[in-house]
């Protein structure tokens, strides 16, 4: 049974940083294609960084760009902003191919963590 939990979530004012972990267990394949997700009050979740662990190719959405880094079990947050409020969600494939392109897209995951919640205050 895969289980995922997040952690690392906390207040910090705008520029400071923040690193999340994934703390996932009952994956019997070494090679995974994570990702991370946020949802802010009164919006839909979204996609804000993927990885397929295998080749360590990554994709980010265009508003963390150069600010957020994904690795498999993190996702260091640098630079946070107030925009950058919300839960924050890790989520995992059910299969990873070696081309498996990373993903921002919640349909290509089927396992989510409870999430871990950020607040950027201005």
């Known amino acids: 049974q895969v289980q995922l939990v997040e952690s690392g979530g906390g207040s910090v004012q705008a520029g400071g940083s923040l690193k999340l972990s994934c703390a996932a267990s009952?994956?019997?394949?070494?090679?995974?294609?994570m990702g991370w997700f946020r949802q802010a009050p009164g919006k839909e979740r979204e996609g804000v960084a993927g990885i397929n662990t295998g080749r360590d190719t990554t994709v980010y959405a265009d508003s963390v760009k150069g600010r957020f880094t994904i690795s498999q079990a993190y996702l260091q947050m640098n630079n946070l902003q107030p925009g950058d409020t919300g839960m924050y969600y890790c989520?995992?494939?059910?299969?990873?191919?070696?081309?498996?392109?990373?993903?921002?897209?919640?349909?290509?995951?089927?396992?989510w963590g409870q999430g871990t919640q950020v607040t950027v205050s201005s």
């Open positions: 989520a995992a494939a059910s299969i990873c191919w070696t081309d498996s392109r990373p993903s921002l897209a919640e349909y290509d995951y089927v396992y």
């Open positions: 009952g994956f019997t394949a070494r090679r995974q294609c």
